[in-house]
């Protein structure tokens, strides 16, 4: 849909996207993972529904992304570009980024304790 609504066919790519809204929507009824609230935002994003957009991502982040690599793609991912500059939204990825950077340090810690070789 992001491709199709970049090739200029915006009322084609809104369809699609809004019945894909549903459909994720309904699967936080029973799968509440970061996929589920990042693919939300990013329809959100794609719709030009930014509050909602960082709504989701608000959601992800809670779901502790940064451990799970996210915080490199929040940054460069086109479907966010209309979120990038957004205060919300940098917020979010520092959070992310941070929280990525304490991990990798008490792993560190935790090789030095152990005197474990990478």
Same mark, same amino acid.
């Given at each position: /849909?992001?491709?199709?609504?970049?090739?200029?066919?915006?009322?084609?790519?809104?369809?699609?996207?809004?019945?894909?809204?549903?459909? +994720?929507? *309904?699967?936080? *009824? &029973?799968? +509440? =993972? +970061?996929?589920?609230?990042?693919?939300? /935002?990013?329809? @959100?994003?794609?719709?030009?529904?930014? #509050?909602?957009?960082? *709504?989701?991502?608000?959601? /992800? /982040?809670?779901?502790?992304?940064?451990? &799970?690599? &996210?915080?490199?793609?929040?940054?460069?991912?086109?479907?966010?570009?209309?979120? @990038? *500059?957004?205060?919300?939204?940098?917020?979010?990825?520092?959070? +992310?980024?941070?929280?990525?950077?304490?991990? =990798?340090?008490?792993?560190? #810690?935790?090789?030095?304790? #152990?005197?474990?070789?990478?």
């Amino acid at each position: /849909a992001y491709m199709i609504k970049e090739l200029g066919r915006e009322q084609e790519a809104f369809s699609i996207l809004n019945k894909y809204l549903n459909t +994720v929507k *309904n699967k936080l *009824n &029973w799968d +509440v =993972r +970061v996929e589920t609230y990042l693919n939300l /935002a990013r329809i @959100h994003s794609i719709l030009g529904e930014k #509050e909602e957009a960082l *709504n989701y991502l608000t959601e /992800a /982040a809670k779901l502790r992304i940064g451990l &799970w690599g &996210w915080q490199n793609y929040l940054g460069i991912d086109p479907i966010f570009e209309n979120l @990038h *500059n957004d205060p919300k939204f940098k917020a979010i990825l520092k959070q +992310v980024q941070d929280e990525e950077a304490t991990f =990798r340090a008490q792993i560190q #810690e935790i090789m030095e304790q #152990e005197d474990i070789d990478p």
